[in-house]
């Protein structure tokens, strides 16, 4: 967990995960899910697509399981188009009122640039509200 120096203490009642539509999200979500409720907060997640992105990549499967966490309201889902990742993330956060922000790191190279490490590291040192990272 990276809090921002600038960052004041509020009760943290939305959480947002940053997804890639990927496998490993629903682990990361299942342990988002058990801090959520620990803590009394609610869970919204995003996909940002850049310019880039593709639909192609998506498995029907799994945003048939999205759709399922959503109908049982656990989770708010989201997808929204921006030209950068990075700075449709920021947006999001803003325009939702996200106390904390979650991505997931990966080591593997062929995972989608959304969890690239890197973009972690760079929202890390341009979010204003807390980054929880869980490694995949």
Known sequence: LAIPAE????????MMYAMGI???????LSRLRDIADLLGAKV?????KDEQDSWSRLDLQMLNEIYQL??????????????????????FVTEHQVDWLVMTTHESSQIPHLFDPS?????????DVPLLAFHA
């Open 7 to 14: 960052a004041s203490y509020q009760p943290l009642r939305v």
């Open 22 to 28: 990927e496998e490993a999200d629903f682990r990361v």
């Open 44 to 48: 919204i997640c995003t996909h940002v």
């Open 70 to 91: 959503e109908r049982e309201g656990d989770i708010e889902f989201y997808v929204t188009q921006f030209h950068d990742v990075m700075h449709g993330l920021h947006k």
């Open 119 to 127: 973009l972690t590291r760079q929202m890390v040192l341009y979010t």
